[in-house]
């Protein structure tokens, strides 16, 4: 198959974001990798506060490359333009009016301030999909408060509580926009439903995501357990549940390994073969699923004193050859040369201005099976003459655009 038959999904879908920092823009960027002519409205002044966003050791400048706003916007075609300016406002309405899908971050009260409501827009495009993402949902008294992914995903929404080990003075800190990218694929998911429903029905939909209901989704086991009376909690030791073969095992040289036998009659007999015990097939402490319940202490026990006698490469070695669902704890850096991440190609490059490659993930869906072919990220304000030609401005008309300040 064609490895970037992929890109091509979204092939002539018009989307026009007015988003900032991660959460939107990460759908953005993924609606871009699919194919999508994603323009992204900045401000002629400031931009996306994300482009001036110091991690990571990366700057903004022509120097070192801000791989996070690369991510978040790559592929994407950038206009700058102030939408507190009247003319500014109808340059927004005339790509409304040739949008599939207007996306959008900022809060209901801005939005409603400069005119962008859903009924605002509606009236010059009466089939937008209107798609906001939003930190705690469009109704209710927190409608309209500020949001970021580690407020309303991670706090709010239950994560940290339910990963945070007792005893610690303070709860886990998340990842960076870990909560956003989540976010992100449900917002982009529910564009693509949107755009599906209007391809078969003709009616356009009003798209919403939260962080906060993104948070509920990815607990959602814990969410049942509460909804059943359940207190959920981090678990605060090995051992607690009735299966020792679901754990997770530290070898001789302090690496880890996972086991996830969650049929473990099943493998037992392979377990004992990999780990050089066949004896332990034959102990009827350890025997079926009940009796290792019934002396999971002394299982447990006898399984970390195997596991500590090899070294971690010895034990990927032997586990490889298994058919069980297992797996190394790996880092960061290890999972980028993972052989399954190369062969899948779940890393991809773009060239940068002076003709390095820029590697970046991918997002985790692919199409055809390949992944999408990446482009860079604009700068700012960098397709603004572009755009304004193709709605049919000339030059004079924008020279006068920029001197009103209209554009950047």
């Not at 052989?339 to 993930?361: C, H, I, M, R």
Request: glycine share 10%; aromatic share 8%.
């Amino acid at each position: 198959m064609d490895a970037t038959a992929g890109t091509n999904v979204f092939d002539g879908v018009k989307v026009v974001e007015l988003a900032q920092w991660v959460f939107v823009p990460v759908a953005g960027a993924l609606l871009s990798d699919w194919g999508a002519d994603v323009i992204k409205v900045e401000s002629p002044t400031a931009g996306d506060p994300y482009r001036g966003l110091v991690e990571q050791g990366v700057t903004t400048g022509t120097e070192r490359v801000n791989y996070s706003i690369e991510l978040a916007n790559r592929g994407k075609r950038s206009i700058g333009l102030d939408l507190k300016n009247p003319e500014g406002r109808e340059i927004f309405y005339t790509m409304i009016a040739e949008a599939d899908v207007f996306l959008t971050n900022f809060r209901s009260s801005a939005l409603d301030r400069l005119g962008l409501s859903v009924d605002e827009l509606r009236k010059r495009n009466p089939q937008l999909i209107y798609a906001r993402g939003h930190g705690f949902g469009v109704r209710g008294p927190d409608k309209d408060i500020p949001a970021y992914d580690n407020t309303a995903f991670w706090s709010r929404g239950g994560m940290a509580h339910v990963l945070t080990p007792e005893g610690l003075d303070y709860p886990l800190s998340p990842r960076g926009a870990f909560g956003d990218r989540q976010a992100a694929m449900n917002l982009a998911f529910g564009v693509s439903g949107a755009l599906f429903r209007r391809e078969r029905t003709g009616e356009p939909s009003v798209v919403d995501v939260s962080l906060l209901a993104s948070a509920m989704w990815t607990l959602g086991s814990d969410m049942l357990g509460a909804l059943q009376g359940q207190e959920p909690r981090a678990r605060s030791s090995r051992g607690q549940g009735p299966n020792p073969l679901g754990n997770v095992f530290r070898t001789q040289d302090g690496r880890h390994i996972t086991l996830a036998l969650l049929q473990p009659d099943r493998y037992w007999a392979e377990l004992c073969d990999v780990l050089g015990q066949p004896e332990l097939f034959g102990d009827s402490r350890f025997a079926t699923i009940t009796t290792r319940a019934e002396n999971r202490v002394d299982c447990l026990k006898t399984l970390d004193e195997i596991f500590a006698s090899r070294t971690y490469s010895d034990w990927v070695v032997r586990f490889e050859k298994s058919d069980m669902p297992w797996a190394p704890v790996q880092s960061v850096e290890e999972v980028l040369v993972d052989p399954q991440v190369v062969a899948n190609g779940y890393l991809s490059t773009v060239e940068s201005d002076n003709g390095a490659e820029l590697t970046f993930p991918n997002g985790p869906v692919q199409f055809d099976e390949g992944p999408p072919d990446l482009r860079r990220a604009p700068e700012h304000g960098a397709n603004t003459e572009e755009i304004l030609l193709e709605l049919g401005f000339d030059w004079g008309n924008i020279i006068e655009l920029k001197e009103r300040h209209a554009v950047m």
